[in-house]
């Protein structure tokens, strides 16, 4: 079955870097998109980006642009998000998902909890 | 770049039928038919129900359906059961400053 399984949850200090992984399995890695998507406590969810892994080609969110980095390694299938200059803000579950391109995302990960604080 | 727009509650009793709105612009919502809906339980990931705007996945419960009209797409939940209480997001591919853009979401309950 196609399973996303995520890194363990990390605290960090305000201007730190944070890199979560996502492994996948149960499916061809290079014929889906990864998206990442983050949540903060009792908030809704917003779109981060993704990458293409047949290409490696990445998009981002504006907002986000300049600070998150996209990448993967396609021999183990697992993507990796990373975000510098990191701030309270974002104190927020980041989750990996299974892209049918950008249309929807049909499996998710588990999230991973990121607490930024001094 | 505003997130669709949900209401932010909804209820219904159980066997009732409710439907949640989403409403966007011709740049997301309007402009294609990429619309998803997933439903979140507290603690849990978000969990894909509808897609392409009226498609459900293998696995999903008719009792869930999509539409859209202009703008604005919708999700109904028929039969309401217990189970169908969760926090309710829609989202949309969209040619803005991002690919994707989430509604607000939107909490189901079930009285």
Known sequence: ?118 | QSALTQPASVSGSPGQSITISCTGTSSDVGGYNYVSWYQQHPGKAPKLIIYDVNNRPSGISDRFSGSKSGNTASLTISALRAEDEADYYCNSYTSGNTLAIFGGGTKLTVL
């Open chain 1, 1 to 118: 079955q196609v399973l996303l399984v995520q890194s363990g949850a990390e605290v960090k200090e305000p201007g730190a870097s944070v890199k979560v992984s996502c492994k996948t399995s149960g499916y061809i890695f290079t014929n889906y998109y990864l998206h990442w998507v983050r949540q903060a406590p009792g908030q809704g969810l917003e779109w981060v980006g993704r990458i293409r892994p047949d290409t490696g080609v990445t998009y981002y969110a504006q907002r986000f642009q300049g600070r998150v980095s996209m990448t993967m390694d396609t021999s183990i299938s697992t993507a990796y998000m990373e975000l510098s200059r990191l701030t309270s803000g974002d104190t927020v579950v980041y989750y990996c998902a299974r892209g049918l391109y950008d249309r929807y995302f049909d499996f998710w990960g588990q999230g991973t909890l990121v607490t930024v604080s001094s």
